[in-house]
């Protein structure tokens, strides 16, 4: 049974620069949510997809972007990207409608620097 | 503006004993509690959830929910070096984690 699977692993990028950041869910899951993670900070929750449609957001700008596909990958995308975006970004899959449909598994996560 | 708040530590426990990792959230309308172990460097682990009154247990993980008090909790008995980890606190149905408490168990 895979699990969540993200990539890349690690990306380095500069201020100004754009970023595509990918995940893939686990087998059966159908909604994706995007989460940034400072260091020393717990997950802080950026948006959810489900049926390819934007389903919550949080408090992020308008930066951060995502589509979701029709086998449920998706991706994130930030644009003008900050010093202050350095993050670990982590893609958590859930099943909408289960019995516990709030249950997330967390991929790898993918560690952004933005020098 | 809704909060999980959890205890930053750290908490140190000698192997053997009882770690009591706590978290209050402010939305009384919040359903659904889960507790994640995160070790450095890596990805957030599920560890258990709980959505009634009372206690829950699984293993060595006891998770307990007051939601008079909207308090809940996670009791790690037996406590292992292998437990020395970040613990984060989640209420999935307002989308939102605790900052986490760091757990560190003394051989």
């Known amino acids: 049974d895979a699990g969540v699977t993200q990539s890349p692993t690690h990306l380095i990028k500069t201020r100004g620069q754009q970023v595509t950041l990918r995940c893939s869910p686990k087998?059966?899951?159908?909604?994706v949510s995007w989460y940034q993670q400072a260091l020393g900070q717990g997950p802080q929750f950026i948006f959810q997809?489900?049926?390819?449609?934007?389903?919550q957001r949080g408090n992020f700008p308008d930066r951060f972007s995502g589509h979701q596909f029709p086998n449920y990958s998706s991706e994130l995308n930030v644009n003008a990207l900050l010093l202050g975006d350095s993050a670990l970004y982590l893609c958590?899959?859930?099943?909408?409608?289960?019995?516990?449909?709030?249950?997330?598994?967390f991929g790898p996560g993918t560690r952004l620097t933005v020098l | 503006q809704k909060e999980v708040e959890q205890n930053s530590g750290p908490l140190s426990v000698p192997e053997g004993a009882i770690a009591s990792l706590n978290c209050t959230y402010s939305?009384?309308?919040?359903?659904?509690f889960f507790w994640y172990r995160q070790y450095s460097g890596k990805s957030p682990e599920l560890i258990m959830f709980?959505?009634?009154?009372g206690d829950k247990e699984d293993g060595r993980f006891t998770a307990q929910l007051n939601k008079a008090s909207q308090y809940v909790s996670l009791l790690i008995r037996d406590s292992q070096p292998s437990d020395s980890a970040t613990y984060l606190c989640?209420?999935?149905?307002?989308?939102?984690f605790g900052a986490g408490t760091r757990l560190t168990v003394k051989p």
């Open positions: 958590a899959s859930s099943l909408v409608g289960g019995a516990f449909d709030n249950e997330q598994f």
């Open positions: 087998s059966g899951h159908d909604t």
């Open positions: 997809y489900y049926e390819e449609e934007e389903r």
């Open positions: 939305d009384r309308g919040s359903q659904s």
């Open positions: 709980i959505y009634s009154n």
């Open positions: 989640a209420v999935l149905n307002d989308m939102r």
